[in-house]
């Protein structure tokens, strides 16, 4: 299964913390797409469906999420649960997302 857990760059100072994301540089694919999902109810599940040719980034950014990700051959489970760890998902034929508060993706 072609997929992997990365540790964003976070920038830290007085104000706050900060993580920018950027095509082909910390990301190795180019975004063209940005999606989020928010206001779940409580262990609302997404997913359920194909990714064939996606090559995405999933991060929590508040809130934990689970991943049940499967190849047709294999499930892994994963799971997130702090904003500056994120998984590369590659074309990944389907996954099942449980939601505690806010994730993009």
């Not at 990365?6 to 190795?28: C, F, H, M, V, Y």
Request: hydrophobic residues 40%; contains cysteine; proline residues 4%.
């Amino acid at each position: 299964m072609n997929y992997k857990m990365i540790q964003l760059d976070t920038k830290l100072d007085k104000r706050g913390k900060l993580i920018a994301l950027e095509s082909n540089k910390n990301l190795p694919f180019a975004i063209k797409r940005v999606y989020y999902i928010y206001d779940t109810l409580p262990d609302a599940e997404r997913g359920f469906h194909a990714h064939k040719q996606l090559e995405q980034l999933v991060v929590a950014m508040d809130g934990a999420c689970e991943f049940v990700l499967d190849d047709g051959k294999k499930r892994d489970p994963c799971g997130l649960i702090a904003p500056m760890w994120a998984y590369i998902l590659v074309k990944i034929c389907g996954e099942k997302c449980g939601i505690s508060h806010m994730v993009v993706s």
